[in-house]
């Protein structure tokens, strides 16, 4: 099978980052922002568990789909792609807006406690560092909190509008339809889905392409196949610093704790793994 072109970005990436992984980090963001999803997954894994994740897949669409399945998959994605599908979204969600509106203003007042606590608790789990960049963004998403109407039927409307829409241009709408597509266009579908969910966020004030475009990344130590980075992003025009360890797997950086989001695959070879690096794995790169 040819590579597609994103995975042949993510190979060309995997070269550079190899030896810093500011570069990995930072190309994951502009996937995010680009909603490559493909590039997401193609990145977010070792090369032989995403071929392990393909060969899984293709054995899957093998597997004959039962009525029982199809009706499933039918009832589950009618839900938002079929006609009057926001409507009747809305009228089984309303009684609960108002319930939470009417509890609204208490609500953002512990919020806005809890949130007073983790800065000043000297029993927060914060580390100073992390205490400092919520104290820098409290006062923004204290105003955030209090100007925006999470209850609102008009924006849960607006929001679920837009993800239906993104389910909908994907053209998925039977479980053979979505066995007849491979991974890779799949993946490619999926995009939509992810713009159209940054979309609804959006609609309460988050701007995740924003978040995503004010990241940088500071390598702070490269010892062997570890390393310690720490990364920073806005948020509500605060900067959030976080630092994450790191474990470069077949020249690639993976954060060291999540072996445990590889729900597929051979366990030996997981094993094999382990004994490389020391220690487990995480597919996600935190940043």
């Known amino acids: 099978m040819l590579p597609s072109t994103s995975q042949a970005m993510v190979a060309a990436v995997a070269a550079q980052a190899a030896t810093d992984p500011a570069v990995q980090i930072l190309q994951m963001a502009e996937y995010f922002r680009r909603n490559d999803v493909q590039a997401l997954v193609s990145a977010g894994l070792p090369p032989d568990k995403y071929q392990l994740l393909l060969s899984e897949y293709e054995e899957e669409r093998q597997r004959p789909i039962s009525e029982a399945e ?101 053209r998925i709408d039977s479980l053979d339809g979505l066995r007849r597509l491979s991974l890779d266009q799949l993946l490619q579908r999926a995009s939509g889905v992810l713009a159209a969910a940054k979309e609804a966020v959006v609609v309460y004030g988050i701007d995740l392409d924003a978040i995503a475009s004010s990241l940088q990344v500071e390598v702070l130590e490269i010892e062997g196949d570890r390393a310690r980075v720490r990364t920073t992003i806005e948020v509500f025009d605060a900067p959030i610093a976080a630092e994450h360890e790191l474990v470069r797997i077949e020249g690639r950086w993976y954060g060291e704790h999540a072996k445990s989001t590889w729900q597929f695959g051979d366990d030996d070879a997981d094993a094999d793994v382990d004994a490389n690096v020391d220690g487990d794995v995480e597919v996600e790169v935190k940043g």
């Open 70 to 170: 199809r009706a499933e998959f039918l009832e589950g994605i009618g839900q938002l792609t079929a006609d009057g599908a926001v409507d009747r979204l809305m009228e089984e969600i309303t009684p609960k807006l108002e319930e939470g509106a009417a509890q609204a203003a208490g609500m953002t007042l512990m919020a806005i406690g809890a949130l007073n606590m983790a800065v000043t608790s000297p029993e927060s789990d914060l580390t100073d560092a992390q205490r400092e960049s919520l104290r820098m963004a409290l006062p923004a998403i204290e105003h955030w909190l209090s100007v925006t109407d999470f209850f609102s039927p008009d924006l849960a409307r607006a929001a679920l509008t837009a993800v239906a829409d993104g389910v909908r241009a994907t």
